[in-house]
């Protein structure tokens, strides 16, 4: 696994604290993003990256991993001074992080998991229709790629692990899009916000998939930082992003990003979540 | 097959060009194609087994760890570089877990994950069967009657054998290119038939067309002497240009061997005719003399009265006549009669010229002659005057008659030694060829002018005396130019 390919397709925000003392300064803000969000947008990841540096005025680290769990791990480890992470993990590791920002998709703090099947299978129009295929998960700790299709299948009285005929992970969700548009699997579940972008971006890509079922409502992928942080440079971090669609270049960058902002939010945005999660013994 | 055969050589020699060239095209074309089909398979197999290994090792560790969309993208990975990277792209890749169940593949809807491979297709179950055998190597199977190429590769380390991969190749594929290369190839054919071949029409055109000519000619000879060849239709040193010159060597023969025969038959009928004539003569003359003496005795001793006489007057002159125009006939010209001498021809000279001046002709006179010569005045002066008598009447008023007569030495070996030659040219009208023909017979220029007596008197005196007489009657400059030239040898056995 140590030689996995580097295209991320993720971004994650991140920031930093405006450090009062000069000493600060030099100590960069360490940022982690997982691929919870777009392609390889990596010169989108590095403008973001300057702008955060300009507004908080030191140094920014962007730390990019292939799985949730290893930038899970980095942030248990409180190797990340930030990280924009999925829903999933941040309820799991609610304990160790200060929420700091929600971004605002569609105006509203929401996405959803889209089930996807194949334009090939046109046939296939609900979950119940799947059994005995091969299923694609996004990454073990997604929420919308993972969790909610199996907390579905257990609401529909099924054993997700003995649902589908095959399951594999594709780490990704731009991944799971592809899996799903080339028929490897007939059925996949994704983030709503990356397969609107997606659609809007490459939809050559998306035409081949086609839009199942919508599930309810969750909290944004949030922007978290580690509890140890200092509340200057958390309150730095935070106003930096919050502020961001007060200024031309951020509001730029949002737009890239799909986004309309960022809203301080309350954790509690993330309690369906944990529901699911109690569901599986989890939480 | 016949009916190619029979074709002229003008068709077939450029056609036999044509094929030898088309074919030798066809078949370089072909060997070349046959041998590119073989090494672009080579190549391909060399290029995929080399592909499946690498692949089978990083293969290794994704299916270790049932990291289906890493197998997927790694297998999927040559099919998304350009094509034309590598000579025949794959159809696809399928990687088959150990039970020989499909674990992914590269085409997931014709080869979909957990299908039982030996199901999906009819040439696949003897593959599987095979790949099923125990083995570490790449192996290529290439199964009969099955329209696809199969390199098979296990996917294991040390004694861990996780699956196979499988690269599945069409032959269509290879087809195809092999088709390209193939209507390139023929392109080329093309090309350079289409340059070599008017080159080898042309050549075979200049090998056939003087052939033709010649074969015409030949065709010709049994009706008539044909014309020459054009030497410069085959102007080379090879077999066929001395054949050309060969054939006209042999026609100028012909031609010469024709003109004698001509000359002989001429000769023999004038000599016929001679003989006959003087038969005749003889016979008449004998009771011609005898009637003229008894005529004679009748009127001398008969005592006529005076309507006898004038009867015996009109029967007297009659005979006569009779015996003029057949004295005319027998020409002797071996008469005994004194040598020729430069005066005799001055005789004749001094008689023709009141007859030239009458009708305005000048006579250009140029006699050689020094001393006499042992030849019979009387027939030679004959000869002469019948000759000059022609050539005046034949000319044109203000015409002129050029006389030559001088004594000539001949060296060729027939006629060794030396001749007199009298030549008498006049200008006028040419003769006809049918009055070249008759010339010297007697009678043949019968009309007012004369009983056309005097040319067979003078060929008769030219033939006794051992000669002969020759006549060129051609236009010269638009003029007309007829001369007589007779030639007499001098001393000769009489």
Redesign the interface.
Known sequence: ?KL??RTFLGTCAVLAMTPPQPAFAAKPLRVGMTPAFLHTQHGLLAEWRDYMESRLKRPVEIVQRDSYRETMDLLRQEQLDVSWICTYPYVYLKKQLRLVAVPLYQSQPYYRAYLIVSA?NPQIKEMSQLRGK?F?YADPYSCTGHLFPRYQLRKMGEDPAKFF??T????SHN?LIE?VA???AHGGSVDSYVWDSLQALKPEITRRTLLVSQSPEFGFPPIVARRTLSEAEFSAVQKMLVMMRNDPQGSALLQRLNLNGFIQGRPNLYDGVAEMMRAFGEG | MRFLLNLSFRYKVPLWGSLLIVGTAAIISTTLLLRSYGELKSDLLRDATTQGRTMATTLFPAILHDQVWRTYEIIKAPFNRDSGESPVQAESFVVLDQRGQVYVSTSPEALPMLADFRQLAPDFAALAEAIAQPGRDTRVLEPDESDHLFVATPIREEEAHLGTLVQIYSKKVLHSRFQKSAEQAALTAVLVIVLLLPLGWYWGQRTAVPLVRLTERMEELGRRLPDNLAPELYDYQDELGRLYRAYNRMLQDLRGKAEIERQMIHSERLAAIGKLTAGIAHEINNPLLGMLTALNTLRHHGEPGPRTLKTLTLLERGLMQIKDTVGALLVEAKVKSRDLSPQDVEDVRTLIEPQARERGVSLHWDSRLTAPLPLPSTSVRQVLINLLLNAVQASVPGGEVRVSIAPITTVASANAGTSLSIEVVNGGQILTDMQTAHLFEPFANDDERGRGLGLWVCYQIARQLGGDIAVASEMVDGLGRTSFKVTVPIGAPQ
């Open positions: 696994m996995t390919r090939k091969v694609a005929a095959k594999f992970f594709t780490y991944k899996a080339d028929g490897l």
